[in-house]
């Protein structure tokens, strides 16, 4: 007879660990910028951590499809990117930048166990017919982790300082342990999977997305409206100085924007089964577009009522486009879809990010339209060869 595992214990690991994933991001930029005293130091070390993930995904998600006890599995990665964390701020100042990034980009390797690897596992944790609200309570823990992450890192160091803001980040996600390690064990055998090589398995999941005509459309949508992300983010300190008095207060944006997403996400909770997944994933991406269009005007006001529109979008999008993995990812291929999915988004906003520096030099307005465009490119790759 199975144990029991509450959904509420997966939803608060997630969280846990999530929030501890988001704060880690802007507290390595605080703390390579205090150590180095160098702009690019810092963001070398974000790149490295956010980069790398695209490498890590597809593994990671294949050894998780491989075992017979994922959450113990997911507990060895939450405990290296905690460790690798660590390792990084001990690393700051006392031996050459280079060596300090090579390790942020060893803690990247983890970082879509946070994210793919998490809610890959909830058909294990709930029925099947619980699985829409799941769906909606998981990516409301990503606009929580999302709202409060940054927010926390900022505070903790401004209050005590950067090097407090990593380590608070370490014990968030040391706190998902033992969530992580209470999860039930895989459903169904598991020995053909250790029959073939780690290679064949990866050429398997890849086959998957690409050959499932509703998975394969809604990972490029999800991706390329993340390059449209990546590019928001970027432009979120210079929309700060712009129209509302200092860069600084652009942070407030993203925290209204994960709120909105929250907001939106619990009432999709409430209603898992009124839309369509693959509709809302296409509807998501023209509510995203109207948001940038609308921050690119250049007027405060429309700034300000486009943050509830972007949240609207963003965050049924996340919820929808796990309905579409958990529907159509064959069962010994979940976890690698789950986290091979995760780094392509995150490439995907590293590489919007990347175009956003020299874009938005020219043009803030140039910029945000760019993002909004990608978004109407993402809703083009949601229609195409619909069946």
Partial sequence: MRKRYPLSVHVCGAVAARTGDEMSGPALLLAGLAAT????????LLAGVTISAAVGGPVFGVLLDRSPA?????AWALTGYAAALLAVLASLGQVPVAVTVLIAVGAGLLGPALSGGWTAQLPDVVAREDLPRAHALDAMSFSLAGLVGPALAGTVAGLAGASAAVVVAVGLICLALPSALALPVARG?????????VATDLAAGFRA???NRPLARATMTSVVSCAGGGLLVACVPLLGARDLGAAGRGALLLSGIAASALAANAVLARHPRALRPDTVIWGSTLVLAVGLILAATGRPVLLIAAVPVLGIGEGPQLTALFAVRHREAPGHLRGQIFTTGASLKITGFALGAGIAGPIATRSLRGALLTAAGLQLLAALCACSSRV
């Fill in 37 to 44: 005293g160098s702009t690019s130091a810092a963001s070398y």
């Fill in 189 to 197: 055998p598991v020995r053909e999977r250790h029959a073939t090589a």
């Fill in 70 to 74: 994922p959450g113990r599995l997911l």
């Fill in 209 to 211: 997305i690409l050959r």
